[in-house]
Structures are given as structure tokens and as C-alpha cells.
């Protein structure tokens, strides 16, 4: 099977490009990531990459204000990459529908709950974590899922609980959240690389592997 080319799109720290990086390197994923593309000229995440020797990319505001110019130009550099899987991990932009369309079960993200609890716009990073505490579930969790044209409602591919505990804060539950993340998002990777995933309307298949 040939190797699936990658594009990890960020905005921040890295911390679950570094887990897609790490599980390449030990031979579970077969898959090579072509580029790093980030929302944020200073992302840490660039500078992971680049340990990496993998090309980091800015596609953000302050180079294409305009969003139609910055969508476009995201579209051309997959492009000449020949990108198999776009994987975002934690990428703080909306993909137009556009990129949705040409990348259809392709796109993979990473969300920091149990969707469809605490997602949707306005639903990203600590604020989720935030919004979980606040409201006083004792169960969050990570999701994996395939990206269509609405904010965090495409078909789930992976779900892992994480239980909330009384004395929790954002910071612990970040962390034990992350934990169950840097598990998921590889393996859904994995899976993906190996053409296990399969899409049947609101349903992922995973399939057997050989
Ligand atoms: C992760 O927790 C990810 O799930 C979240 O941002 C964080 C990025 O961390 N993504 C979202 O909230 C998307 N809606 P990282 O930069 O260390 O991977």
C-alpha cells in the first residue's frame, strides 16, 4: 500500500502533531507528513516540525487578510503536495467548503469532548474544558472525527470518556483529556493510512486490517 502524504494543519502548541510525529517515526503509521501548516506565524508547532526536518508553512491572516485568498492558497499548496489526509490538530480556523468538498473523508480533526457535547462554534481549546466544568458533567472525553461543511458534525471516528472529578480544574483536565487525544488522534491515522476507515452516511466502518 502506498505511503498516504499528510498535511497537519495548527495554530498552536503541537502537542498532538508531536504524537502523529512520534507514531511515524516507531512504523505504526504509514504515512509521511509533507507539511506543517499553521494559522499562527508562531506557532510552536511549526518549530516542532522543523526538528523534524518537516516544511512549516504560514497560511494566516496577517500574510491573506482576505479569507477567500487565504482558503485558495491553503488549496494550492495541498495541491502541489499531493496530499492524501489533511489532519487537523489543533487548528483554530474553519475550513471553507471549498476544502471540505475536494477533501471529502479526508480531513480528519481532533476535539477535546465527547461530541456532540460542548462543540460547535465558539467551542475550542480551554474553553471547552471550561464549559465542561462549569456545567458539571462528570464524563468528557476526546473525539476524532471526519470534517463536512458544519463545525464539528461530521462522522465520528473515535471517542474515548475521561471522567471529571470534583476538584478538577481546566489545567488537570486539559492534561487527562490531551492524554486520551495523543492516544486517539495516531490511531485514527493509523487506521486511515491504512484504508480501514470507511464512511457509510453518518457512520465510520472500521475495518479489519490484513
Ligand atoms: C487540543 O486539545 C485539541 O483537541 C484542541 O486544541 C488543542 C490543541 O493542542 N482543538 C480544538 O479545540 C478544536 N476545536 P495541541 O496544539 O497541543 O495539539
Known amino acids: 500500500m502506498p505511503i498516504k502524504k499528510i498535511a497537519v494543519l495548527v495554530s498552536g502548541r503541537g502537542s498532538n502533531l508531536q504524537a502523529i510525529m512520534d507514531n511515524i517515526e516507531n512504523g505504526r503509521i504509514n504515512g509521511k507528513i509533507e507539511v506543517v501548516i499553521s494559522s499562527s506565524r508562531d506557532a510552536y508547532a511549526l518549530e516542532r516540525g ?59 480533526n481532533i476535539h477535546p469532548s465527547l461530541i456532540p457535547s460542548f462543540c460547535g462554534k465558539g467551542f475550542y481549546g480551554e474553553r471547552v474544558h471550561k464549559a465542561v466544568l462549569d456545567y458539571g458533567v462528570k464524563l468528557t472525553g476526546a473525539t476524532v472525527h471526519f470534517v463536512d461543511e458544519g463545525t464539528d458534525t461530521g462522522p465520528i471516528i473515535l471517542q474515548k470518556a475521561v471522567e471529571v472529578d470534583f476538584g478538577d480544574t481546566v489545567q488537570t ?17 493509523q487506521m486511515f493510512c491504512q484504508d480501514r476507515l470507511e464512511v457509510q452516511g453518518r457512520k465510520v466502518i472500521i475495518v479489519d486490517g490484513d
Do not use: C, Q
Not at 487578510?65 to 494550492?76: G, S, W
Not at 487548528?91 to 468538498?101: A, D, F, T
Not at 483536565?173 to 491515522?189: F, G, I, Q
Open 173 to 189: 483536565l486539559s492534561k487527562k483529556v490531551l492524554k486520551v487525544e495523543h492516544e486517539l488522534l495516531p490511531l485514527a491515522v
Open 50 to 108: 522543523e526538528k523534524h526536518g518537516i516544511e512549516g508553512i504560514y497560511i494566516g491572516k496577517d500574510r491573506f487578510p482576505n479569507i477567500d485568498k487565504r482558503n485558495n492558497r491553503l488549496i494550492e499548496v495541498l495541491g502541489e503536495k499531493g496530499i492524501d489526509l489533511i489532519v487537523l490538530a489543533g487548528y483554530m480556523n474553519i475550513l471553507n467548503e471549498k476544502i471540505v468538498k475536494l477533501y471529502r473523508n479526508r480531513i480528519i
